[in-house]
T-cell receptor
Framework: TQLLEQSPQFLSIQEGENLTVYCNSS?????LQWYRQEPGEGPVLLVT?????EVKKLKRLTFQFGDARKDSSLHITAAQPGDTGLYLC?????????????FGKGTKLTVNP | NAGVMQNPRHLVRRRGQEARLRCSPM?????VYWYRQLPEEGLKFMVY????????ESGMPKERFSAEFPKEGPSILRIQQVVRGDSAAYFC?????????????FGQGTRLTVV
């Protein structure tokens, strides 16, 4: 069974601070996706990384896929209250005979003004 | 993710009743995935369907739960004789091809409360 561990589980910071959240696994994934979910809403895809070592930037967000395609990180620069939400990582791969996404439990980020 | 439509958004059922959750995928998407999310938890895979076929139901309880994706119409997740433990948010996602490297888009979910 492929498992994804996210850390930290909860993070509360002040506006303007930087932060990094991590997504780790002992399994290799064909892709790694990051989602952001707000209360009462569905997850919204932020980025997909597919190549080991890949780095993608989305404004103040930087995503990195580990060289071995087992882990990923999300770094946010100068966090803003609008960044508040649940950040979920999900690994794509074949499990149980079909390709599906396996999700971590998420990092709940609160950015205080 | 506005393209994936789920209804109802909120559903309240008494113990023992049936719950039917609907998911209309994005236009052109023939792959549908259902996930369940408990409070403060990530999403747990339930079932993967293509039109008229169940591809993988390894995450779905063997009893009381069933899913379909007919040739015409939305995908349906059916829970019979609901119990309190079924209370959760149920999300569906759709993609044009099988996941792995494909992007998938989620609906806004159906929040089921069993009283």
């Amino acid at each position: 069974t492929q498992l994804l561990e996210q850390s930290p589980q909860f993070l509360s910071i002040q506006e303007g601070e930087n932060l990094t959240v991590y997504c780790n696994s002992s399994s290799v994934f064909s892709s790694l996706q990051w989602y952001r979910q707000e209360p009462g809403e569905g997850p919204v895809l932020l980025v997909t990384v597919v190549t080991g070592g890949e780095v993608k930037k989305l404004k103040r967000l930087t995503f990195q896929f580990g060289d071995a395609r087992k882990d990923s990180s999300l770094h946010i620069t100068a966090a803003q209250p609008g960044d508040t939400g649940l950040y979920l990582c999900a690994g794509g791969g074949t499990q149980g005979g079909s390709e599906k996404l396996v999700f971590g439990k998420g990092t709940k980020l609160t950015v205080n003004p | 993710n506005a393209g994936v439509m789920q209804n109802p958004r909120h559903l309240v059922r008494r113990r023992g009743q049936e719950a039917r959750l609907r998911c209309s995928p994005m236009k052109g998407h023939s792959h549908v995935y259902w996930y369940r999310q408990l409070p403060e938890e990530g999403l747990k895979f339930m079932v993967y369907l293509q039109k008229e076929n169940i591809i993988d139901e390894s995450g779905m309880p063997k009893e009381r739960f069933s899913a379909e994706f007919p040739k015409e119409g939305p995908s349906i997740l059916r829970i019979q004789q609901v119990v309190r433990g079924d209370s959760a948010a149920y999300f569906c996602a759709s993609s044009p091809r099988a996941w792995g490297r494909e992007e998938a888009f989620f609906g806004q979910g159906t929040r089921l409360t069993v009283v």
